[in-house]
């Protein structure tokens, strides 16, 4: 959006403090009409959307990240300052700044309004959740607020309809007064300036605030169980069991639906097309490509509905909190927990949620990590692999060995987890800092389904638009590898054998022969790339054997016979490690907003499954003799 | 920043040390030479900006599941969660 086709809006700037309901303000403002995009550079989001006044005035609104101070100490932190400013050459600067407090929790937020005066932009401070604030018997003189700020003051209720109407009334006279500007003389405050605005806040708050004799005390109480060292700890894990459940089992049947309605339309094409080159490309192409996106977003919508609803309802911060100390050991921040969570359903849904870690340090050794947890399209390779080779013989008396592979697969995966990211902070952040934990505890709060929804439609609609164009030409380009050239007449191999992906499978055969893996193994990976379960379908092509994910068992049993022992294994310890799915890659790409993370991602994951694999097969054929 | 001493009785006790159910008021914020991870100044101010000023008063609420830390600390009206390792650096009578 550039600056010379909106010149007839104004352009307004929501600033706040974490947790002042800015974002419940903006959803209600704008409704749907948002848009979600990244700041140039950087993966801080920016969110934009237009309001229509009652008086017919049109103005741009953007979301900042919260902040405590202009000063900027993270990248969402010097976004808010630099658009606050002016000082971003893509973003004009805005003609007013909306500054949203939460009612209820003025004393920070009062600093801050202090601090915006300076910037010189005319300011209107919005009372948000004046309505708890009010049921808690907090009175508020707005007029000596407003006197003592010298800044108007408007109030709101963010989660109400008709909440904001006094707030738009507002906005419609303040236009006249936000073309006039005054000089800009912010500095970055100093301690001491930041001691005196704070200061200053208070004695405007005593002023001009009545707080009840009794304190709220329903959000201490409700602590008083979640916090709790034992309780606290055991609800949490009641909590993420709910959501482990949610988003492995409940989104399962609509995936399912979605993949056979998938496979229907592949069907519906393979039978209507004469066979060919277009055929194979609109169904094995495009259609099982669009279909291997889509799949996602069953458990995409439901982590982030429980995320988006753990958000507004005030309990993440209570998560991190529990988790701090557990997950501390490791390197890891205690927001990071949920998104390593989702990560055993899939990778690409824990990655987007690691959006709830406000530290980029933190953020991009969560999503380093990630792959590492066992995600559901492992299980098919898991499965094939341990019911054709491992014998299914009692350990231990009730212990099955073929349950103890798997479960020393899952923990494998934990245990480099944890590792990888202890060693990624020595690594990459021996210089910088660890940074603090230290975040406010809010109040409970109900929150508002519509907040909730538009949040994760936005969350929705980015997974499909921007990522799926990436996953889908990675697809595409995968199909090709598979299906070019196309086999000669009268050739007896199957297709895929005389196909790129069989010139690729041929070049890293002698690569991979080292960790015992054959030239059909080399080959299955190429299609492989796509999704991990995509190599169980694709060992069936090599090896000839008809009737796709069906023929699992068929499968099994011609490996059984083809495969040792120790290749059956390097292959099983292959697959904890290595980066085979593109889908993850293009959204560690997407997220961090750079090829470099993806790369190191990629290159440091491939590296521990050649030299897991290497040793798994080495042992292994050594100790079978 | 340097008299760590003599000082510290007058300062009170550093709100790392309060157990649950403390209450007070602070005295003073000053960040010892314990290891940090940020500079002694950035420390300081991101207590400032959170609320922690002088005067103001604290209620240590709940503590941590492993080794009773973070601590959850009523500041006024607001709870803020933090390390004990940072919060040495608030001093509370």
């Given at each position: 959006m550039s600056v010379a086709t909106e010149r007839s809006a104004s352009h307004f700037a929501l600033v706040g403090t974490p947790n002042s309901g800015k974002t419940a303000l903006f959803n209600a403002l704008t409704g749907g009409r948002q848009k979600v995009a990244n700041y140039p550079g950087v993966t801080v989001e920016r969110k934009t959307g237009a309001i229509q006044t009652p008086a017919g005035n049109r103005v741009i609104l953007i979301d900042l990240p919260g902040t405590y101070?202009?000063?900027?100490?993270s990248p969402d932190e010097e976004i808010t300052r630099d658009v606050v400013l002016g000082h971003l050459t893509s973003e004009p600067t805005p003609d007013l700044l909306l500054c949203v407090a939460d009612a209820t929790n003025l004393r920070v937020a009062l600093r801050l309004v202090i601090e915006l005066k300076k910037v010189g932009r005319p300011l209107l401070l919005v009372l948000n959740m004046i309505d708890i604030a009010r049921r808690r018997g907090i009175d508020i003189d707005l007029v000596k607020l407003s006197a003592e700020l010298a800044v108007p003051v408007v109030t709101s209720v963010?989660?109400?309809?008709?909440?904001?109407e006094e707030l738009l009334r507002c906005i419609d006279e303040l236009i006249p007064a936000a073309q006039i500007h005054r000089e800009n003389t912010w500095s970055p405050p100093s301690n001491s300036d930041l001691r005196a605005a704070q200061r200053e806040s208070d004695r405007i708050l005593n002023l001009a605030v009545g707080l009840p004799r009794r304190p709220d005390t329903l959000t201490t109480r409700i602590d008083a169980m979640l916090l709790h060292p034992v309780g606290g700890l055991l609800a949490l894990l009641f909590l993420l069991f709910i959501m482990f459940q949610a988003v492995f089992a409940w989104a399962r049947p609509l995936m399912d639906l979605i993949s056979e309605g998938f496979e229907a339309m592949g069907g519906l094409v393979h039978d209507v097309l004469p066979d060919g080159l277009l055929q194979s490309f609109i169904q094995n192409g495009i259609i099982s490509g669009v279909g291997n996106v889509i799949v996602f977003l069953p458990q995409i919508l439901i982590l982030f509905l429980f995320i988006l609803l753990l958000e507004d309802l005030g309990y993440m911060a209570r998560a991190a909190f529990l988790m701090d100390r557990i997950m501390g050991g490791a390197?890891?921040?205690?927001?990071a927990f949920i998104p390593l969570l989702s990560s055993f359903a899939c990778a690409i849904p824990g990655i987007m949620a690691t959006r709830v870690i406000d530290n980029r340090r933190d953020r991009l050794t969560t999503i380093l990590v990630a792959p590492l947890m066992t995600c559901s399209a492992r299980i098919p390779i898991y499965t094939l692999i341990i019911s054709a080779f491992i014998p299914d013989k009692p350990v231990w008396g009730v212990v099955r060995l073929q349950g103890l592979v798997m479960f020393g697969l899952y923990a494998a995966g934990i245990l480099s987890a944890l590792g990888v990211s202890f060693v990624a902070n020595y690594f990459?952040?021996?210089?910088?800092?660890?940074?603090?934990?230290m975040l406010e505890l809010p109040n409970y709060k109900i929150p508002r389904l519509r907040s909730v929804v538009i949040g994760v439609y936005t969350r929705a609609m980015m997974f499909l638009k921007r990522a799926g164009t990436t996953i889908f030409s990675m697809m595409v380009l995968i199909w090709f590898l598979a299906s070019f050239p196309r086999p000669p007449l009268g050739a007896t191999d199957p297709a895929i054998n005389y196909s790129l992906a069989a010139v690729i499978g041929g070049w890293i055969e002698p690569l991979l022969a080292p960790v015992g893996f054959n030239w059909q193994i080399s080959v299955a990976l190429v299609p492989g790339m796509a999704a991990r379960e995509v190599a169980v379908a694709a060992l069936g092509t090599v090896y000839a054997?008809?009737?796709?994910?069906?023929a699992a068992a068929q499968i099994g049993q011609a490996l059984a016979g083809k495969w040792s022992l120790a290749t059956a294994l390097a292959l099983l310890v292959w697959y904890i490690f290595a980066p085979q799915c593109a889908s993850t890659l293009a959204v560690i790409k997407r997220e961090t907003g750079s090829w470099r993370w993806m790369a190191i991602t990629f290159a440091y994951m491939l590296a521990l499954a050649y030299v897991a694999a290497f040793i798994t097969y080495h042992v292994s054929a050594a100790l079978m003799g | 920043m340097h008299n760590d001493g003599p000082k510290s009785t007058r300062r009170g006790l550093p709100l790392g040390l309060a157990r649950r159910g403390f209450r007070g008021r602070i005295t003073t914020i000053e960040v010892g030479s314990?290891?940090?991870?940020?500079?002694a100044i950035e420390l300081e101010r991101r207590l400032l900006e959170l609320g922690f000023v002088e005067d103001a008063s604290v209620e240590v609420l709940h503590e941590g599941p492993l080794g009773h830390d973070p601590i959850a600390v009523r500041l006024n009206d607001t709870t803020i969660a933090l390390r004990r390792r940072e919060a040495m650096a608030v001093f509370v009578t």
């Open positions: 101070s202009l000063r900027g100490r963010a989660v109400r309809r008709g909440g904001t390197g890891l921040h205690g927001r990459f952040w021996r210089d910088n800092a660890t940074p603090p934990f054997i008809e009737g796709g994910k069906e | 314990g290891a940090h991870g940020l500079a």
